[in-house]
C-alpha cells in the first residue's frame, strides 16, 4: 500500500541507523520500519546522494503491515524493496500549519498514561509514543563533552502547563548542527549560549519515548525527537541556514577546501561536510585527506569515508591503522566495521591487544560488525 506522509522527525539511534516518524494526510502518526535490522542512513538518500528524507518532506513509501507495541502503537513495517519517493517539501508557512494541527495540550496529554519524575513511562502502558507541544520557555541548551568523542544534547524547558522537562534530545539535524559548529572551532559552551536564543523563537517540541530499557526496568523514557523553530536556526545560528546540510552547498568548493586550504580547522570541516553526504563520489577526495599532516583531518576523513561505506577506502583506512594519533586509528577502526569489508579483519586483528583499551574496544566491535552485520 504505498501511501505518502509528511516527516516531522529524523532521529538518531546507535550506530548508523535512524528512525522516521510522519503524519498522514488525516494527521495520524505513524512511524515507518524496516525488520528486523531498523532503518540505515543511507536509507534517507536519493541516486545521487542527496538527502531526501527530513524534516517537512513529503515522502512515498510502501507500506505492509502495522506493528504496534504499546507505548510505540504507531509502527508500520515497509517495504525495503521500494525506494521512497520525494514528492516536495512544504513551505515554512504549511509546516507551521501542520504543527500547529497537531499540537497537544500539554506533554501529559501526549502519551495517556503515567509520566514518572518527568523522565519514563512504564512498557505497555500509554496509547501512543510521540506528540507535539509549543514551549512555554526555553531554560537552557545543553551540548557537552559525555565521554570518548561522544556528546550529550539536552533541552530544559516547560510545556502551556507550566511543567518543566530536562530531557536529551535525539533530533538528528540539531546534532549535526551542534557538531558541525564545533568543528569549525566554537567551544561547546559558546553553542550552548547561541542555542539557547531559542527562548525567542516560537519552539514547537516533538517529544517522543524511547524503546523499552532493558538495564532499566523496561522503561520508556521520553526524549526530544524534533525541534522546530519559528524564526528558525537561520536567524538565530549566525544565519547557518538549517540545521543539516544545505542542498546548494557548493561541493567542488568544499573539496578543494579538503585538499587546498592551510588552516586546517576549514580542511576539517570540509571532510565533515562530504561525509555527510554519505556520497560515494567523494571517497577518491577523502582517501587522499587520509594522508593529511594534521590529524585532526585525518580522523574525520576516516569518519567520513566510514559513513559512505564505500569498499574503495579499505586500502587509506587499514594504512591509517598505524596513525601516530590513537584517536586517528579509532576512527578509522569505527570506519572499517562501518563498511563491513571482510579484507580489512586480519589487519584489524593485529590490534586485538593493543594498549589501548579504546583502541581493543573499537577493534572487537568492527569485527563483529563485519561478520555480523545484523547485530
Not at 328 to 350: F, S, T
Request: charged share 30%; hydrophobic share 35%.
Amino acid at each position: 500500500m504505498k501511501k505518502q506522509l509528511v516527516i516531522t522527525d529524523l532521529t538518531r539511534m546507535r550506530e548508523d541507523r535512524v528512525c522516521i516518524f510522519g503524519v498522514d494526510e488525516d494527521g495520524n502518526g505513524i512511524r515507518p520500519d524496516i525488520p528486523p535490522t531498523g532503518i540505515r542512513e543511507d536509507y534517507l538518500l536519493d541516486k545521487r546522494g542527496r538527502c531526501i528524507i527530513r524534516p517537512f518532506a513529503v515522502i512515498e513509501f510502501d507500506f505492509i503491515r502495522p506493528l504496534p507495541k504499546p507505548p510505540h502503537t504507531e509502527d508500520w513495517e515497509i517495504s525495503a524493496h521500494h525506494k521512497p519517493r520525494l514528492i516536495r517539501n512544504l513551505s515554512e508557512e504549511e509546516s507551521r500549519i501542520l504543527l500547529e494541527k497537531i499540537l497537544d495540550k500539554s506533554i501529559k496529554s501526549i502519551f495517556d498514561a503515567d509520566i514518572y519524575n518527568n523522565q519514563y513511562v512504564n512498557e505497555g502502558e500509554g496509547n501512543r509514543s510521540l506528540g507535539t507541544v509549543k514551549a512555554k520557555e526555553i531554560l537552557s541548551v545543553r551540548y557537552s563533552l559525555k565521554e570518548e568523542e561522544r556528546y550529550d544534547y539536552r533541552m530544559k524547558f516547560s510545556d502551556a502547563t507550566g511543567e518543566i522537562y530536562d530531557l536529551s534530545i535525539t533530533d538528528l539535524a540539531f546534532r549535526e548542527h551542534c557538531d558541525s559548529q564545533r568543528l569549525q572551532g566554537d567551544a561547546t559552551d559558546v553553542i550552548s549560549a547561541r542555542l539557547s536564543r531559542l527562548s525567542q523563537s516560537h519552539v514547537f517540541i516533538r517529544v517522543g519515548l524511547a524503546r523499552p530499557f532493558a538495564r532499566m526496568y523496561n522503561r520508556c523514557y521520553l526524549q526530544v525527537s524534533s525541534i522546530h523553530a519559528f524564526p528558525g536556526y537561520a536567524e538565530h545560528c549566525e544565519r547557518t541556514g538549517t540545521f543539516g546540510l544545505s542542498g546548494d552547498t557548493d561541493y567542488k568548493s568544499t573539496m578543494t577546501t579538503l585538499l587546498n586550504d592551510s588552516h586546517g580547522s576549514n580542511r576539517a570541516k570540509a571532510a565533515y561536510l562530504l561525509g555527510e553526504t554519505k556520497n560515494p563520489l567523494f571517497v577518491e577526495v577523502l582517501c587522499k585527506a587520509t594522508k593529511d599532516p594534521d590529524g585532526n583531518v585525518r580522523r574525520l576523513a576516516a569518519s567520513a569515508l566510514g559513513k559512505i561505506k564505500d569498499s574503495g577506502a579499505v586500502e587509506s583506512l587499514t594504512n591509517l591503522l598505524t596513525d601516530a594519533n590513537p584517536q586517528v586509528r579509532q576512527y578509522a577502526i569505527k570506519a572499517l566495521g562501518d563498511i563491513r569489508d571482510e579484507r580489512a579483519v586480519p589487519k584489524l586483528k593485529r590490534f586485538e591487544e593493543d594498549p589501548i583499551s579504546y583502541i581493543r574496544r573499537a577493534v572487537k566491535v568492527a569485527i563483529t560488525k563485519i561478520y555480523h552485520p545484523d547485530k
